[in-house]
């Protein structure tokens, strides 16, 4: 049972548990799989989204597909609409071409990824991109979770 006078702070003020929004155009991608990847990686160590400048319907089957192999599913997840307030929500902003639609809020880290689109292509050219992809959500880890940020 909580107590009134001490609340349990939500994971949005928890300043030991760090927030990650991944940005691509479409979040039917790139930030489909970095999400997937930091969830699996980090579990609840860190707080998770992703968004997307103009979302499509659905997200992309040969990434779907291709995290299927790695013992990732992420075929019900929904593209999610970019918005203000969950850039403001977000410690970490890793953008992966969305251009100058991400908003900029001072005091959040802003990375750029340069990566291959997914979109239009086939499961042999998504590999590369999910293994890159995999890569960096590895050394992300390892920076959020160092010296007792996570």
């Known amino acids: 049972m909580s107590d009134p006078q ?8 928890n300043p030991e548990k760090p927030s990650v929004l991944f940005v691509c155009v479409h979040n039917a991608g790139r930030s489909q799989m970095a999400a997937a990847f930091l969830t699996h990686l980090a579990g609840d160590r860190v ?3 992703s968004a997307g400048s103009a979302p499509a319907e659905h997200v992309n089957p040969a990434v ?4 299927a192999e790695v013992g990732i599913d992420i075929a019900a997840e929904i593209p999610k609409v970019l918005t203000a307030e969950a850039v403001r929500a977000s410690d970490v902003v890793i953008t992966m071409g969305c251009g100058d639609a991400c908003p ?9 990824w340069k990566l291959d689109d ?3 292509r086939g499961i042999v050219a998504v590999r590369p991109i999910r ?3 995999r890569a960096r959500v590895q050394s992300l880890v390892g920076e959020l979770t160092a010296g007792g940020r996570g």
């Open 64 to 67: 779907v597909e291709a995290m």
């Open 47 to 49: 707080e998770v989204r």
């Open 6 to 13: 001490n609340p349990e702070p939500s994971p949005e003020q």
């Open 118 to 120: 997914p979109a239009g």
């Open 104 to 112: 900029y809020f001072p005091g959040r880290t802003y990375l750029d």
């Open 131 to 133: 293994d890159e992809i």
